[in-house]
């Protein structure tokens, strides 16, 4: 699934909800087909009623998840000898990046000096999607030897 979602991130958008919407009838039809054999007239209502809903659930739940599976599919990388990008999640409207580091790590390693070194360079990435309330946060989440530590990039860290 998602490799299809990734090839899908580079359609058109309307091309995208096109698929949807007559994935959405087709179901639609298989789910009418027991009522309108046993004869009840509502039956022809309910393809119609399946691709209806897409229209207001689709601006909310396809671009997330095309976004995330377009991320996700060239993960693993490596950003250096010792931090790999595993993969990215996207739900509630916080984008979450899981990275590993591997190797010894001093016991007072802090993450938050990789956000001080680098706000704003995440600022200029995420800006636009912060301004169109597209993401509330992005996480940056390590996991090392030691447990997992965590920084967040807010629109106010980016003002």
Known sequence: MQPLLATMADWPPIAVYALVGALAGLIGVLVAYPFKK??????QFIPIVFVASTVP?????LPPLL???NINASLPQNIDEATTLQSASISEKELTYFFTID???PADFDVSVIKADNLSTFCNTFRS???NRFYTKVIYDYQTQA????FTVTPDDCR
Do not use: D, N, T, V
């Open 38 to 43: 046993a004869g009840y007239k509502f039956a």
């Open 57 to 61: 659930l689709m601006p909310q739940i």
């Open 67 to 69: 976004i995330e599976a």
């Open 103 to 105: 190797g010894e790590l």
């Open 129 to 131: 999607s912060f301004e």
């Open 147 to 150: 447990g997992s530590k965590q």
